[in-house]
């Protein structure tokens, strides 16, 4: 059976892309720690990010890094941080989250009740980011 991040990928479920490209893609969480807080998750479902081809793995990462750096220039957070937890969704993934401090990085600070307005509005701010950044895997 696909994963829920296979049917968002597919568009069987709702999701608020900001990149797109032939291997992965990166859209927000619906419960965000910090407004931007995204998710990098390969195309190929992959349940454990150890099993995951090293170049695909590399790929994911330089995603995050690019993302990362979206939400740097539209969020300006002391930092950006990375989970790789994997508990929740049976497929890869990578938590790319805006931070001021380490104790943020901390799912029980997660909004499972986020507006829709907010999760929009970051989503517009990161993939304007990334439009300016040159950035062509931008998700419409």
Do not use: K
């Not at 968002?8 to 419960?31: H, K, M, N, Q, Y």
């Not at 931007?36 to 330089?62: C, N, R, T, Y």
Request: charged content about 25%; hydrophobic content about 50%.
């Amino acid at each position: 059976m696909a994963t829920l991040f296979t049917r968002i990928i597919a568009g069987e479920l709702p999701g608020r892309f900001v990149w797109r490209d032939d291997r992965a893609v990166a859209f927000l969480t619906i419960a965000p720690i910090s407004p931007g807080h995204a998710l990098v998750v390969p195309l190929e479902e992959v349940d454990h990010w150890v099993d995951l081809d090293p170049d695909l793995a590399a790929h994911l990462m330089i995603v995050a890094q690019q993302v990362g750096r979206a939400q740097m220039a539209a969020f300006a957070p002391n930092r950006i941080g990375l989970i790789v937890a994997g508990l929740e969704v049976p497929h890869a993934h990578v938590h790319v989250i805006p931070i001021d401090s380490e104790a943020e990085l901390d799912f029980g600070r997660a909004d499972p009740a986020a507006s829709e307005a907010s999760l929009d509005d970051a989503a517009d701010r990161i993939r304007a980011a990334l439009r300016a950044a040159g950035r062509s895997e931008v998700a419409e």
